[in-house]
């Protein structure tokens, strides 16, 4: 069975290990990425006809409510990672 994936912050790590195995397997998947670290992550598949990619911030609910009404599974992987964290904060309380 095909289904419609929506993986948010699907350009990062995970994403780029996980997009090309959903497509491969037939499902049809778009990313919801606002490209944090300028990555090209998903080049390898970005012409195949099963994906979409969407350049937008995953907090903003304008953004998300369309893209969940027309997916049937959610993958959420967007985050800022720990390497974002200064020295001043992380010896913050
Ligand atoms: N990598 C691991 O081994 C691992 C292990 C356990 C849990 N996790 C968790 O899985 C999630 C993804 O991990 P990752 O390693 O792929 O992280 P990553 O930093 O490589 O990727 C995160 C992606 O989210 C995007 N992003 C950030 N803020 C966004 C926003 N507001 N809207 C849209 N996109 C946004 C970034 O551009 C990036 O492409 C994180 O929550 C992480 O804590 C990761």
């Known amino acids: 069975m095909s289904?419609?994936?929506l993986v948010t912050g699907g350009a990062g790590y995970l994403?780029?290990?996980m997009v090309p195995d959903l497509l491969g397997l037939g499902h049809?998947?778009?990313v919801l990425d606002n490209f944090l670290y300028?990555?090209?992550?998903l080049a390898p598949v970005c012409r195949d006809p099963n994906f979409q990619v969407i350049n937008g911030d995953a907090r903003l609910?304008?953004?998300v409510a369309p893209l969940l009404a027309k997916s049937?599974?959610?993958i959420p992987l967007?985050?800022?990672s720990i390497s974002w964290?200064?020295?001043s904060q992380s010896a913050s309380p």
């Open 15 to 17: 994403g780029s290990i």
């Open 72 to 74: 049937d599974v959610v």
């Open 85 to 87: 964290v200064t020295a």
């Open 28 to 30: 049809k998947v778009t």
């Open 78 to 80: 967007g985050s800022r």
């Open 61 to 63: 609910a304008e953004t």
């Open 3 to 5: 289904l419609s994936i």
């Open 38 to 41: 300028k990555q090209n992550s």
